[in-house]
């Protein structure tokens, strides 16, 4: 892709998914969640059914939303987990059945849960406002008197558990703003599923980066209980959905060779589901997973030019063409979320030689838009190459307007030959000024064009 005349002569950054990493995931996830029937009982729909979280692909789609992205994951067997009404959109655009569709948010307007509704997609619903929100929607449609299918709706629980590593990841803690806390009232929740007689659905959601398997197999298990004490009590199997959530953690680390994309290997997670909470499998529940960074983080990477080298204070800085505006998390909290980098030479390669501190800049109006703070790096030159690893997830779905910088172009490979051959195509365009006024103008504001 490098441009004849030199690296100058070509765009400042682009992002690149190798959709091989991507499929070989998908395929270590199947292993160890085999899709198909589970338990013996004779009532049982159990399957399971793997979603792709729209929003981390860039990243649970909140990890990549890129059509490309979830089209392949529709054609690779995986529904869609979708953390707002537009990623719902999006995944009927890409034709991904309704049926495997789940709509989760924090805040539905009444318009969505009955737009979900009439499409079929199951919405976990995250408080008692919205609960009362889908008792008007049932109530005005009529469902009670009609022969469609039974609306899958859940609710989303809390356990209210500890965190893990990273606060802000962690979403079933004591005071965490999702789901339907289970320790501040106790019995609750059970009684709300006794009282609405169509809440068929029990999803749980522990965490993502930060959170140890246990923690979230643990969940896991309350969710399980939680299902079958209100089954009994109900006196039928009114819990016929499961949602495990994902939460994987991704593995920013390693270069892939030893655990793929994730932070352990899916194997390990399913055998700590299986010595916590063994019953899921055997009590005839159909099961959800939303996996999204485990399963992207490790196909992306970003390349971006260094434009400028300065010593300052003893210090190296280079300064590049991406930085909070595609890696906000790693600007803000560096602790948490680090990436891997590389640099190369203008010609692509490899950069070699005597390794020093440096930092890696962006190109923002703020300080402390870093990718890295003395990082022991070969030492980086004007018109060399910054690689951000592990850029998969999380990455251009956090795309910020600030300074109006252009989005990158976004190209996807499957794979590289033996010959180190690869073929590319473009997954997403790089931004035209254009582009950024449109979001900027008003309706009424006339049109800009170039004189």
Known sequence: LLPEGGIEKGPPAAQFFDYSVFKAQVQELRVAFPDGKFGTSALSE????HTLAVKENSDQNEANPFSAVVKLGGDLGLGAECASIVEVMQATRQLIDPEDIIYDSPAKTIGEIDMALNKGILINLDNEIELKKVQRCLQDSGWSTRNDAVPRIGLRINPQMEA????????????SKFGLPLR???????DL??????????HIHTGSQGCPMDLSAKGIKIATDLALEVN??????????LDIGGGVPGDYDEDGEKGGGSLYRFSEYREAIDSLAPHLWSEGFRIYTEMGRSLTCKMGWT?????????VGGRRIAVCHVGADLFPRTAYQPHNWPHRISIMTKDGDPKEGKVMKQDVAGPLCFSGDLLATERLLPCIEDGDIVVVHDTGAYTY????????RL??????????SEGGNCRFTVVKAAEKPQDVWQFWDSPSYAEVTDS
């Open 164 to 175: 893990g590593t990273i606060s802000v990841t962690s979403t079933a803690t004591k005071t």
């Open 193 to 202: 599923f006794l009282a609405n007689p169509f809440l068929n659905t029990l």
């Open 303 to 311: 390349a971006a030019r260094v434009e400028a080298v300065k010593d």
């Open 232 to 241: 009994r009590e109900a006196n039928r199997r009114q819990i016929q959905h």
């Open 184 to 190: 501040d009232e106790p019995g609750h929740v059970k």
């Open 397 to 404: 779905s956090m795309h910020s307007r600030y300074n109006s």
């Open 46 to 49: 159990a399957g399971l059914l």
């Open 407 to 416: 989005g990158p172009a976004v190209y996807g490979y499957d794979g590289v």
